[in-house]
């Protein structure tokens, strides 16, 4: 009786994704798991934009924006501040467009550790500033852009007694790819497209990872064509260049440098996928169709995925699945949202009845 109780609980409570996938993780009895239990995010039929592609194609969106800091980078950070502290380490540091400060931040404070964050002034969204502050890291923000942030915390790291924790560090595509085997499981096997948005290009990469993985280990039968989409103003996997000064509303892939640049090459071309740029307005079409169609509120970033799926959806096979990767929470950028939607906002309006009925149409 008491064994069949806890067993039910067990099956019941998510202990955290390195809980759940320890297996196929590099952590081992020793290593001290510091959990917000992330992972296990919805992966939600999205019917209204699968209409606009048609052909009965099946749309997804994995909404990764509902981890515990609101970003995908959870899933990083639970693996790499638990690899630090099995290291003995006491302080951690990143550069960041918000979301890696927010789970840096997050997960080094549970961990008991410092945390340094270097961010581009004047492009980190409100909500991840508010974030890294409160969770107590020490922040400082540099009159230069993330690029430039990241080549300096590489080069703290390797002077002082400081861990790097952006995706350059192995343990957050570890931890990262679990969520490719979220959607194998959900779905029963891969899906026939991933629309993911890329900015250093390590959430591309770990998904492949993890598909890699299932499909040797014969957990799906197929592998995903990966499709990539980054901002027009911060597009260097598609020119080919790097973008001195790059520039988006996205400012979680406003990265001119791709710190995973080789890897995410490689994704493409063993995965048959594509890489494709997406304009602002294309992004806030998109994500102003996800919001007010389907309800699902992310933030700018992870609507590229989105966008660009709409924006090469005659590519896609009738009767395809496909994937859109939405990374982060809309709340996290609040600036944008209050500027950038499709619905009236009435003010100043009389406290009556008769006045509110008015000009809601009824009288
Ligand atoms: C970090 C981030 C990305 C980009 O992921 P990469 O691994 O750098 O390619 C996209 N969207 C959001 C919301 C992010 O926080």
């Given at each position: 009786?008491?064994?069949?109780?806890?067993?039910?609980?067990?099956?019941?409570?998510?202990?955290?994704?390195?809980?759940?996938?320890?297996?196929?993780?590099?952590?081992?009895?020793?290593?001290?798991?510091?959990?917000?239990?992330?992972?296990?995010?919805?992966?939600?039929?999205?019917?209204?934009?699968?209409?606009?592609?048609?052909?009965?194609?099946?749309?997804?969106?994995?909404?990764?924006?509902?981890?515990?800091?609101?970003?995908?980078?959870?899933?990083?950070?639970?693996?790499?501040?638990?690899?630090?502290?099995?290291?003995?380490?006491?302080?951690?540091?990143c550069a960041s467009?918000?979301?890696?400060?927010?789970?840096?931040?997050?997960?080094?404070?549970?961990?008991?550790?410092?945390?340094?964050?270097l961010?581009?002034?004047?492009?980190?969204?409100?909500?991840?500033?508010?974030?890294?502050?409160?969770?107590?890291?020490?922040?400082?923000?540099?009159?230069?852009?993330?690029?430039?942030a990241l080549?300096?915390v590489?080069?703290?790291?390797?002077?002082?007694?400081?861990?790097?924790?952006n995706?350059?560090?192995?343990?957050?595509?570890?931890?990262?790819?679990?969520?490719?085997?979220?959607?194998?499981?959900?779905?029963?096997?891969?899906?026939?497209?991933?629309?993911?948005?890329?900015?250093?290009?390590?959430?591309?990469?770990?998904?492949?990872?993890?598909?890699?993985?299932?499909?040797?280990?014969?957990?799906?039968?197929?592998?995903?064509?990966?499709?990539?989409?980054?901002?027009?103003?911060?597009?260097?996997?598609?020119?080919?260049?790097?973008?001195?000064?790059?520039?988006?509303?996205?400012?979680?892939?406003?990265?001119?440098?791709?710190?995973?640049?080789?890897?995410?090459?490689?994704?493409?071309?063993?995965?048959?996928?594509?890489?494709?740029?997406?304009?602002?307005?294309?992004?806030?079409?998109?994500?102003?169709?996800?919001?007010?169609?389907?309800?699902?509120?992310?933030?700018?970033?992870?609507?590229?995925?989105?966008?660009?799926?709409?924006?090469?959806?005659?590519?896609?096979?009738?009767?395809?699945?496909?994937?859109?990767?939405?990374?982060?929470?809309?709340?996290?950028?609040?600036?944008?949202?209050?500027?950038?939607?499709?619905?009236?906002?009435?003010?100043?309006?009389?406290?009556?009845?008769?006045?509110?009925?008015?000009?809601?149409?009824?009288?």
């Amino acid at each position: 009786m008491t064994l069949s109780l806890s067993t039910a609980k067990s099956n019941r409570v998510w202990p955290g994704l390195i809980e759940a996938y320890r297996q196929y993780l590099p952590v081992t009895e020793a290593t001290p798991i510091v959990t917000l239990q992330e992972g296990n995010t919805p992966l939600i039929p999205v019917p209204t934009i699968a209409q606009l592609v048609g052909r009965q194609v099946r749309v997804l969106v994995k909404y990764d924006g509902l981890n515990p800091t609101g970003s995908f980078k959870d899933r990083g950070m639970t693996m790499a501040i638990s690899k630090a502290k099995e290291a003995g380490v006491q302080a951690v540091i990143c550069a960041s467009t918000g979301n890696t400060s927010a789970a840096a931040a997050a997960y080094a404070k549970r961990g008991g550790m410092r945390a340094f964050v270097l961010i581009p002034e004047g492009y980190v969204a409100l909500g991840k500033l508010a974030q890294a502050l409160v969770y107590g890291a020490e922040v400082f923000s540099i009159k230069g852009n993330f690029d430039q942030a990241l080549k300096i915390v590489q080069e703290m790291a390797m002077s002082y007694p400081v861990t790097l924790v952006n995706s350059v560090n192995p343990y957050r595509l570890e931890g990262q790819k679990t969520a490719a085997f979220e959607v194998v499981e959900a779905l029963g096997d891969a899906p026939d497209w991933l629309c993911i948005p890329v900015g250093n290009a390590g959430n591309i990469t770990a998904y492949w990872m993890g598909f890699c993985e299932y499909h040797q280990l014969g957990k799906c039968l197929r592998l995903p064509r990966m499709m990539g989409f980054q901002a027009a103003g911060a597009a260097p996997l598609i020119t080919g260049q790097v973008v001195a000064h790059p520039d988006t509303v996205a400012t979680a892939i406003r990265i001119g440098n791709p710190a995973n640049w080789e890897k995410a090459i490689a994704v493409q071309s063993a995965s048959r996928g594509q890489f494709n740029a997406v304009t602002d307005a294309e992004i806030l079409e998109a994500y102003k169709l996800l919001a007010s169609e389907e309800g699902i509120f992310c933030e700018p970033a992870s609507a590229a995925s989105v966008a660009g799926m709409l924006k090469v959806k005659d590519q896609i096979p009738t009767g395809a699945t496909v994937v859109c990767v939405l990374t982060g929470n809309g709340l996290k950028d609040p600036a944008t949202a209050i500027e950038h939607n499709q619905n009236s906002f009435s003010q100043g309006i009389a406290p009556s009845l008769a006045a509110v009925a008015k000009v809601m149409g009824f009288e």
